[in-house]
């Protein structure tokens, strides 16, 4: 019989201690007790008689303590192919996603659905997660009907584990496969009912392009259906003014939004509105911070069409974005902590159901982000209590 391989953990107990704790509400300077992948104990101060237990005590004086990032919109095996087999976008590493604060996300595959499969992207959110970064998928691309792995989007959120949701699904775009409302309606519905014979969120990732029906068609939906705001999750609203400020008038009416964190000089010269700065705008027209979440869209490409289409550069998404969107709300935009910390961690959990995730409470995951304080620099990150960073 062969012997099971037993993982030897050194530190059974972590105590991380003296750190300024945004949980994501502030809580002050308190210690933290980590043990089995899971945060034990919040508290002032915590001291243990460990007889015969190994117990690490991390000095985080001066330092901010927050729920790791969770990013709901990650291209993990790649996206892209927009100027042909050569521009296809690597996957994502390890490394980069550590240095974006991450330590949840959840993968999609994007514009191609033909050389990149949902049996790629399962497994490599598998590996991502054996590897530390807890990732679930959504099943489809960018087209409808979507390529599910069973053949249904409602079995595919109920039998297949990682799978969350369904997307992203493209509107207004001109690669979109243009549904009609009708079917956007039967999609939304597919994804409803297996999330909620699953207890997973069953949610509609929603890729809004450049077109100028801009969410004409989300707002239509729902008029013309019993589908509520939660059901959907538009995303890339802050990529021009007129997009944005249609989203805005989405959210008073109850709906969620999210802005992309990855973008380019350029982007932003031709009208695209940083994410933090979106964030700002959000929050000063009154819209509660819960109904707002900032993605990455990391390895996905961020091509460059001119008026007619044609394809004229390419680069990829970055997770590290999540990371400099956050500097940017909180140093530049005085968005205050406790918001920044809900739109990048508690709330995109909430969104997607995600179990255990997005809070510094017990009970919950031990994904813990340490910044510097004045500059916001990454200093440690550990990952259901497996330091990822230091
Ligand atoms: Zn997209």
């Not at 549904?179 to 939304?188: A, D, F, N």
């Not at 597919?190 to 699953?198: C, H, I, V």
């Not at 207890?199 to 068609?217: N, R, T, W």
Request: with cysteine; aromatic share 4%; glycine share 12%.
């Amino acid at each position: 019989m062969s012997k099971r391989p037993q993982e030897i953990k050194m530190d059974q107990l972590i105590i991380i201690s003296g750190a300024e704790v945004y949980s994501p509400e502030k809580c002050g300077k308190k210690d933290i007790l980590v043990g089995g992948g899971k945060i034990l104990a919040v508290d002032d101060e915590i001291r243990l008689n460990g007889d015969g237990v190994y117990i690490k005590r991390i000095d985080a004086d001066g330092l901010l303590c927050l729920p790791g990032f969770v990013d709901s919109h990650v291209h993990i095996c790649g996206g892209g192919g927009e100027g042909g087999f050569a521009s296809r976008t690597p996957e994502i590493q390890l490394s980069s996603i550590i240095e974006g604060g991450i330590t949840s996300q959840v993968g999609v595959l994007g514009t191609d659905g033909t050389t990149r499969t949902m049996s790629n992207l399962i497994a490599k959110a598998r590996g991502l997660t054996e590897e530390g970064i807890d990732t679930w998928v959504l099943t489809g691309s960018y087209q409808f009907p979507p390529r599910t792995v069973t053949g249904s989007v409602t079995d595919d959120i109920i039998l297949i584990q990682p799978v969350v949701g369904t997307g992203e699904i493209a509107l207004s775009d001109h690669r979109s496969s243009h549904p009609s409302l009708e079917e956007l309606i039967r999609l939304v519905s597919d994804a409803r009912l297996g999330g909620m014979l699953s207890g997973k969120a069953g949610i509609v990732d929603i890729h809004l392009g450049d077109g100028s029906d801009g969410m004409k068609l989300l707002r239509e939906l729902i008029e013309n259906s019993d589908l509520p705001y939660s059901q959907l999750q538009p995303t890339h609203t802050n990529r021009n003014l007129q997009l944005f400020e249609e989203a805005v008038e989405y959210a008073k009416n109850g709906g969620y939004v999210d802005f992309t964190t990855s973008t380019t000089a350029l982007f932003i010269e031709e009208g695209e509105i940083p994410a933090a700065e979106a964030l700002k705008r959000m929050l000063e027209s009154g819209i509660p911070v819960e109904q707002v979440t900032f993605s990455t869209d990391a390895q996905g490409s961020l091509p460059q069409f001119d008026k007619e289409g044609n394809l004229m550069g390419l680069t990829t998404g970055k997770s590290s974005s999540l990371l400099e969107a956050f500097r940017e709300a909180v140093l530049d935009m005085d968005v205050p902590l406790e918001e920044a910390v809900r739109t990048l961690s508690t709330n995109p959990a909430d969104r997607f159901l995600l179990p255990s995730k997005g809070r510094i409470e017990p009970g919950f995951d031990a994904d813990i982000l340490l910044l510097d304080k004045d500059k916001l620099q990454l200093h440690s990150l550990y990952a259901k209590g497996e330091c990822m960073a230091a």
